[in-house]
């Protein structure tokens, strides 16, 4: 099992969530600082942040091999548009590092959203 911390549309709730189906849920969690979110669209994109104030709320999913293999493929690893990273969460999930996907192309336009994405109602 990884554990992978999501922050946008596989969350809970979430017009993914359903890739994270038989998938065993591991919390609430919020980034170290140093990471923020921009808005994409219809899904968000977290980045790195030079901002120590910045941080990403979100959860924390322990997925098995096969479902990371399609969350990658979801998120467009091989296509270069986010790359799965080892990251920090702040306490209680602070002893270790977790997996999770950082947006990789360029944020001009983008409108910058913070800590918190909420996905549009549809």
Not at 89 to 102: K, M
Request: aromatic share 10%; net charge negative.
């Amino acid at each position: 099992m990884t554990s992978v911390f999501v922050y946008g549309t596989l969350k809970r709730g979430g017009s993914n969530h359903h890739f994270l189906a038989g998938q065993k849920w591991g919390g609430d969690a919020r980034t170290v600082s140093g990471y923020t979110l921009y808005s994409l669209g219809d899904y968000p994109g977290m980045v790195r942040s030079d901002d120590p104030t910045h941080e990403v709320a979100g959860e924390v999913w322990n997925v098995d091999p096969d479902c990371l293999v399609e969350l990658d493929r979801l998120e467009g690893v091989a296509e270069g548009l986010y790359a799965r990273v080892p990251i920090k969460l702040a306490s209680p999930f602070g002893d270790s590092a977790v997996e999770t996907y950082l947006y990789l192309p360029g944020l001009i336009g983008r409108r910058h959203l913070g800590s918190l994405w909420v996905e549009p109602r549809r």
